[in-house]
């Protein structure tokens, strides 16, 4: 198989490099496959949209002023906590 087609047909080799894009820089022959590969999958190009706005709201929330006392409400920690339970209780 050629090297084209190995990545043209590799979303695990793309999912990878979209999230090291985010955090550190791709090289010229990294930054090639992820195009080719982007061109021609719809479900990673996807992955992409929703993994920027993800790490954009992750980043946001970790370096935001406003947001340092961030709290579950009692209401929703205590039906949280029964889901689990039930769930646990089923096996």
């Known amino acids: ?3 084209l ?3 043209a047909y590799n979303c695990r080799k793309a999912t990878f490099l979209i999230e090291k894009k985010q955090i550190d820089s791709l090289t010229l ?4 496959e ?4 982007l061109a021609g ?3 990673c190009r ?5 993994s920027i706005v993800i790490n ?5 929330l970790l370096h935001s002023t406003q947001n340092r006392e961030i709290t579950l409400d009692k209401e929703f920690k205590d039906e949280l906590q029964n889901r ?6 089923k096996k």
């Open 46 to 50: 996807t992955f992409q949209q929703q």
């Open 84 to 89: 689990i339970e039930e769930e646990l209780n």
């Open 34 to 37: 992820l195009k080719i590969h």
């Open 5 to 7: 087609k190995k990545i």
């Open 41 to 43: 999958c719809s479900v």
């Open 56 to 60: 954009k709201m992750v980043h946001d």
């Open 29 to 32: 022959r990294e930054k090639l």
């Open 1 to 3: 198989m050629s090297e």
